[in-house]
């Protein structure tokens, strides 16, 4: 039972690349979310997915798209990386949004 | 508009020395209280659920209470494996779905 998995861990990017951060969960979970935790920030929900082909916005989700095909999956793509979304990225996964959630490991992403 | 504040940011203890973390919100209509524990370089664990004023769960030398205001983490003679960083949770409406507001945490450091 694998949880929740995020790849890659470490991610160096220039300013203006695009990329795809990953995150696949094995439990059947409807609600996943992403998240992203900086130095006295905390953590900041990015965007949220209350089941397949339903997502919505959170707290700072300029710069991120989502979408959600399946229930397993749920990609984190930055369009054109800037060095303000230099971060830890968490991916979550809950049976839905008022249960307890499963983190992933984090992907840390550096943007210069 | 909703808040969760944690005090004391950083919380440092010697062994055996019992103490507790604050968890203060501002939510109206309070769906559930969770408490996450967070290891350098790790994602957030669950620890508990409280849903209503007056409930308590507790996990070896963890205690979680909960009021109409604010819910507490009490920790009962801590040993340095303790040291992590604690997180409190809750639900805010966004939109039409609930999604998971996080306090900054307080950092904890049990000294041997």
């Known amino acids: 039972n694998a949880g929740v998995t995020q790849t890659p861990k470490f991610q160096v990017l220039k300013t203006g690349q695009s990329m795809t951060l990953q995150c696949a969960q094995d439990?059947?979970?409807?609600?996943m979310s992403w998240y992203r935790q900086d130095p006295g920030m905390g953590l900041r929900l990015i965007h949220y997915s209350v089941g397949a082909g339903i997502t919505d916005q959170g707290e700072v989700p300029n710069g991120y798209n989502v979408s959600r095909s399946t229930t397993e999956d749920f990609p984190l793509r930055l369009l054109s990386a800037a060095p303000s979304q230099t971060s830890v990225y968490f991916c979550?996964?809950?049976?839905?949004?008022?249960?307890?959630?499963?983190f992933g490991s984090g992907t840390r992403l550096t943007v210069v | 508009e909703d808040q969760v504040t944690q005090s004391p940011e950083a919380l440092r203890l010697q062994e055996g020395e019992s103490s507790s973390l604050n968890c203060s919100y501002t939510?109206?209509?309070?769906?559930?209280l969770f408490w996450y524990r967070q290891d350098p370089g790790k994602g957030p664990e669950f620890l508990f659920t409280?849903?209503?004023a007056g409930e308590e769960k507790e996990k070896e030398r963890l205690k979680a209470t909960l009021t109409k205001k604010e819910s507490f983490l009490h920790i009962t003679a801590p040993k340095p494996e303790d040291s992590a960083t604690y997180l409190c949770?809750?639900?805010?409406?966004?939109?039409?779905?609930?999604?998971?507001?996080f306090g900054k945490g307080t950092l904890l450091t049990v000294n041997p």
């Open positions: 409280l849903y209503s």
């Open positions: 939510v109206s209509g309070l769906r559930g």
């Open positions: 439990m059947n979970h409807e609600y």
């Open positions: 949770a809750v639900p805010t409406k966004g939109g039409s779905n609930y999604k998971l507001t």
């Open positions: 979550a996964s809950s049976r839905q949004a008022l249960y307890g959630y499963t």
